[in-house]
């Protein structure tokens, strides 16, 4: 059913859908990324038909499986900032990560979960159609960072344990997000986090498609009365969210060079980017800039219009 409709919809014969899924984990193209922790990560790049049936697969039939409230990765309206607000009133903070997170999806948990899934959402899967979705979604075998279907299949495979843990932290009391493979657990009195990690091993386990692991190396306890980064958001002691002094100190960096014309393009464009976020997190930052540098120059910046010479201003 699947493949006829994507043939139909896509006016690409059956043949050559079969043809593309059975050389899939060879379409890609390899490449390593600098981490902010140090090291490098495999970046595995699908090719353009190949991706394009992924965001076809995910908009068809991922995206009418369920996904929990607590994920705050990879959905419209979320994000990391809305991800550190629900944070942002506690006190206390434990970050916790999973090891290797794409890749610890397995082809056949990936199939399997997306044929049960379909069938209690009322899709009739051929197995044809399965082969066909684990071909296309997974590489060698496992989910990859890369591929734009990735972050849609892992939300709704961890619905379960979002659930669960989402249902155990409400009745102490506390807050739990989940942005990818970052979880965060906070609460507002000491003492009340004690004992988090071992439910969060206790309902990993107990779902049958997870296979993770936490990364201890990247534990963390965070508190009020120290900096508490929430997916790259400083939760401050006041209880109020920011991007931190190093930030700060890059855009002004950043826009003094604009300003004084040596900048390239790419530092351009990410400065903008920059900015935008700096200023959907913490929008008073914006008027210490304005302060700075004069409104005319910063409502350029916000517009992009970078073509319009800053010397006629």
Same mark, same amino acid.
């Given at each position: 059913?699947?493949?006829?409709?994507?043939?139909?919809?896509?006016?690409?014969?059956?043949?050559?859908?079969?043809?593309?899924?059975?050389?899939?984990?060879?379409?890609?193209?390899?490449?390593?990324?600098?981490?902010?922790?140090?090291?490098?990560?495999?970046?595995? !790049?699908?090719?353009?038909?190949?991706?394009?049936?992924?965001?076809?697969?995910?908009?068809?039939?991922?995206?009418?499986?369920?996904? !929990?409230?607590?994920?705050?990765?990879?959905?419209?309206?979320?994000?990391?900032?809305?991800?550190?607000?629900?944070?942002?009133?506690?006190?206390?903070?434990?970050?916790?990560?999973?090891?290797?997170?794409?890749?610890?999806? +397995?082809?056949?948990?990936? %199939?399997?979960?997306?044929?049960?899934?379909?069938?209690?959402?009322?899709?009739?899967? +051929?197995?044809?159609?399965?082969?066909?979705?684990?071909?296309?979604?997974?590489?060698?075998?496992?989910?990859?960072?890369?591929?734009?279907?990735?972050?849609?299949?892992?939300?709704?495979?961890?619905?379960?344990?979002?659930?669960?843990?989402?249902?155990?932290?409400?009745?102490?009391?506390?807050?739990?997000?989940?942005?990818?493979? $970052?979880?965060?657990? +906070?609460?507002?009195?000491?003492?009340?986090? $004690?004992?988090?990690?071992?439910?969060?091993?206790?309902?990993?386990? %107990?779902?049958? !498609?997870?296979?993770?692991?936490?990364? !201890?190396?990247?534990?963390?306890?965070?508190?009020?009365?120290?900096?508490?980064?929430?997916?790259?958001?400083?939760?401050?002691?006041?209880?109020?969210? +920011?991007?931190?002094?190093?930030?700060?100190?890059?855009?002004?960096?950043?826009?003094?060079?604009?300003?004084?014309?040596?900048? $390239?393009?790419?530092?351009?464009?990410?400065?903008?980017?920059?900015?935008?976020?700096?200023?959907?997190?913490?929008?008073?930052?914006?008027?210490?800039?304005?302060?700075?540098?004069?409104?005319?120059?910063?409502?350029?910046?916000?517009?992009?219009?970078?073509?319009?010479?800053?010397?006629?201003?």
């Amino acid at each position: 059913m699947l493949i006829e409709l994507l043939s139909r919809t896509a006016k690409i014969p059956e043949s050559k859908l079969l043809s593309l899924a059975e050389s899939a984990s060879r379409r890609y193209k390899i490449y390593t990324i600098p981490k902010r922790t140090g090291g490098e990560r495999i970046i595995e !790049h699908p090719s353009r038909e190949l991706k394009a049936i992924q965001r076809w697969i995910v908009r068809a039939l991922i995206n009418r499986f369920p996904v !929990h409230e607590s994920a705050t990765a990879y959905r419209k309206g979320t994000g990391i900032r809305a991800n550190a607000e629900r944070h942002r009133k506690t006190k206390f903070t434990n970050r916790f990560d999973f090891s290797n997170f794409f890749p610890s999806f +397995s082809q056949a948990r990936v %199939v399997q979960y997306i044929g049960e899934q379909a069938t209690s959402v009322g899709i009739e899967l +051929s197995e044809r159609d399965l082969e066909f979705i684990g071909n296309i979604v997974c590489r060698n075998g496992k989910l990859t960072i890369g591929a734009p279907s990735s972050p849609a299949i892992t939300n709704t495979m961890m619905f379960e344990f979002d659930r669960r843990m989402h249902e155990v932290c409400h009745a102490k009391g506390l807050v739990y997000t989940r942005y990818a493979d $970052d979880l965060f657990v +906070s609460s507002f009195e000491p003492g009340q986090l $004690d004992g988090i990690e071992k439910v969060i091993i206790e309902n990993k386990r %107990v779902v049958p !498609h997870l296979w993770l692991k936490l990364n !201890h190396e990247k534990t963390a306890y965070l508190s009020k009365k120290y900096r508490r980064v929430v997916t790259g958001i400083v939760v401050t002691p006041q209880h109020t969210l +920011s991007i931190g002094r190093e930030r700060k100190r890059e855009i002004k960096a950043l826009i003094h060079r604009w300003v004084n014309q040596d900048i $390239d393009a790419t530092s351009l464009f990410y400065l903008r980017g920059l900015f935008s976020f700096a200023i959907d997190i913490e929008p008073d930052f914006e008027l210490r800039l304005i302060e700075k540098y004069g409104k005319k120059q910063i409502d350029l910046l916000r517009s992009g219009a970078f073509d319009i010479p800053l010397a006629m201003f």
